[in-house]
């Protein structure tokens, strides 16, 4: 998972103007818990059910869920990319994104008009309103009961001291996107990635050497140190990150040095955040262990391991991109591409094992793709709430995200058509209330 995601960033650079006025209109939405931002005093709680379990949504009935135990609490989890044009990014297309001037200071306040997000600045806008969220984007997260999200901060649109010089950022973006989920009690684990030193310009090539926005380790970890200062001062409740990058174990070529090279950006910006924030918990590489072509990512583990990249010097935890087959395999059958192996819990097992450690991990993309995966949207509901239980199942793995809740059929190459909860018309499909029905009332 994630391969079109890599591609597409250079794409997004160009675009992000082109798009500012390209918008479509949102296709309705059934009734839900959620209420706009300017609406929801900040310590209301929007994750009660309110929606009929039978009713037609978007003109397709949708069968009343079964009852099931009570779920983890904020164990779902969701991308909620601020960079990029819609539909990659959660921002209203439509709207005009400016900063507010002068840029608010931290406040022990986030909210009301004298908060850091809300307050107005002498240019006429808060950080809240200067970039507007897209309603129908959050409001989706927030209905299905997500409680935490993957939001990368990005190297290509946030720093700016490559370009104007040390001191210069734009954090409206990021801001805004965090104002919005902590509005509704959904916390942002901040995704820190090296940028387009890692990623291939050109779709099934390695083409790695385009625009290396941090040309060193020491680069990258001073960028890290400093979204890990701006978290502190602004959003403590903010506390877990991932690094170095998205699925770095598909291309590590794209990694100056390769493995090593990975393993010198990890604990560079390891030892950054760390510094700043004792406390963090930061998860690793982001590893890719879905595909016919899916890289051994516990032999990648390994690798690190043994280069010194290891918990306590690169991360705590490990993030994890898994879907399992469906049905899920029995206990004992190996994790792909061993012998005779395939998608199940031992793959989990399998990266515990690289990693020389009984850490903590977090699922940080899964998704199901209709025929690829499974035949047809009711099994696909199904195979996602089989999934969602056997992660919680284990205590010691922190959360799981499904990766497009709204990005259906968006992707260049089709790789995630089919695999949305909500699809490009706005349905909202079986599988959504699958998770809401799991997750959106949980303790």
Sequence with gaps: MGKPYTIVIIFWA???????SCGVAPASQPSSTYTPDDQVPASTSVFGVTASTSSFISGVATAAPTVLAPARRAFLGAFFRPEGPTPYGVFLASAAQTAPEPYPSPSSVLFGSKGYCDAIAANGVSISSGYRVDPVKLSNVVDLGVGWTRTPVSAMFDDLSQIYGAGHYNFADLDSAQCALLRHHITPLIALEAGPVQYNSIAGRISPAVIQHYKTAADFGRWCSTV?????????????????????????????GGEAGIAAYSEACYQAVKAVQPRSTIYGFELNMDGALNPFASVFVE?????????????????????????IPAA???????????????????????????IHLIIGETVYVV???????????KAVAAEFRAFEADSSIDGA??????????????????????NTSGMRLPAFFALRNMFASSP
Excluded: W
């Design 14 to 20: 160009i675009c992000l103007t082109a798009c500012a």
């Design 228 to 256: 890990a200062a701006h978290e502190v001062a602004r959003f403590p409740a903010v506390t877990r990150y991932s690094l170095p990058g998205n699925e770095v174990n598909s291309y590590p070529q794209s990694f100056p």
């Design 303 to 327: 690798k690190l391991y043994a280069l010194g990249c290891r918990v306590g010097t690169c991360y705590d935890g490990l993030s994890i991109h898994l879907s399992l087959r469906y049905p």
């Design 332 to 358: 004992a059958v190996p994790c792909y591409p061993s012998p005779k192996g395939d998608y199940g819990m031992q793959c989990v097992a399998s990266i515990r094992s690289a990693a020389h450690a009984a």
């Design 371 to 381: 025929p690829g995966s499974v035949p047809d949207e009711t099994a696909k509901a």
């Design 401 to 422: 995200l499904y990766a497009n809740v709204d990005e259906c059929a968006v992707y260049p190459s089709g790789y995630f058509i089919g695999g949305c909860l909500v």
